[in-house]
């Protein structure tokens, strides 16, 4: 089991940057497959972004394709630019035994999730 802990979340404008980390501890992430989602209010939670143990393969959501970039090294980041409204949520990284995922019920463990908020 690994205890993950997002960073970086905050208030931002709309067209703005944010860049959200996950950090781990009690196992490394290096042999994990790590993922991003997130949940709005009265919104299921939803796939944002994801990246594969090597790190050679990532994915998108379509709604944040060409805004969104995840990477990792010891932590998993998420890079956010272009902000909208409508990517306000709470974001959660996530990690997987599984080269990659793209789906909720792929991931183990999850983080408390960070705010992030988009105002227009």
């Known amino acids: 089991q690994v205890q993950l802990v997002e960073s970086g979340g905050g208030l931002v404008q709309a067209g703005g940057s944010l860049r959200l980390s996950c950090t781990a501890s009690?196992?490394?992430?290096?042999?994990?497959?790590l993922g991003w989602f997130r949940q709005a209010p009265g919104k299921d939670r939803e796939f944002v972004a994801a990246?594969?143990?090597?790190?050679f393969t990532t994915g998108y959501a379509d709604s944040v394709k060409g805004r969104f970039a995840i990477s990792r090294d010891n932590t998993v980041y998420l890079q956010m630019s272009s902000l909208r409204p409508e990517d306000t949520a709470v974001y959660y990284c996530?990690?997987?035994?599984?080269?990659?995922?793209?789906?909720?019920?792929?991931?183990?463990?999850w983080g408390q999730g960070t705010q992030v908020t988009v105002s227009s």
């Open positions: 996530a990690a997987t035994t599984n080269e990659y995922g793209r789906f909720p019920f792929e991931y183990a463990d």
């Open positions: 009690g196992r490394s992430l290096r042999w994990l497959g």
């Open positions: 990246i594969s143990r090597n790190g």
